[in-house]
C-alpha cells in the first residue's frame, strides 16, 4: 500500500511539473504586447485599378482569397473560368478555362 501511495504522488508531481513546463512554452512563445505583427509591418502599396479581362456575359460565382491571393470564379459567356489575382502585385497571377472532358465510350 506504500508502494502505491508513493507511486501515485510521484506521478502527481510529475503531472503538475509538466503542466508547468507547457505554460512556460505558451508564456515563452506568446508574441510580446506592443509590437507589430508580420502583416502589420508591410502594407501593400496602391496600385489603383486593375483590369481583369473576361469574357462578355460573364459574372463572378465565387471568390476567395488563399494565401496572398485572390481566386475568381467566373461563369458564363463561355466556358467557367478561374482567375487567380495578385493584389500585392497588382496584376492578374494566372487563371484557368475548365473544359469539359470527353465522355469515354
Known sequence: MRAIKGLVVF?????LAGLGLLGYGLYSKAPVKGTPSAASVAPVADFGQLAVP?????????MMVAGERVVLR???GGPERILVLDPGQGKVAG???LTPEPAIR
Not at 506521478?11 to 503531472?15: C, E, N, Q
Not at 473576361?54 to 465565387?62: D, F, K, L, N, T
Open 11 to 15: 506521478l502527481g508531481v510529475l503531472l
Open 54 to 62: 473576361v469574357p462578355a456575359g460573364s459574372r463572378i460565382e465565387q
Open 74 to 76: 467566373l461563369s458564363g
Open 95 to 97: 487563371g484557368f478555362v
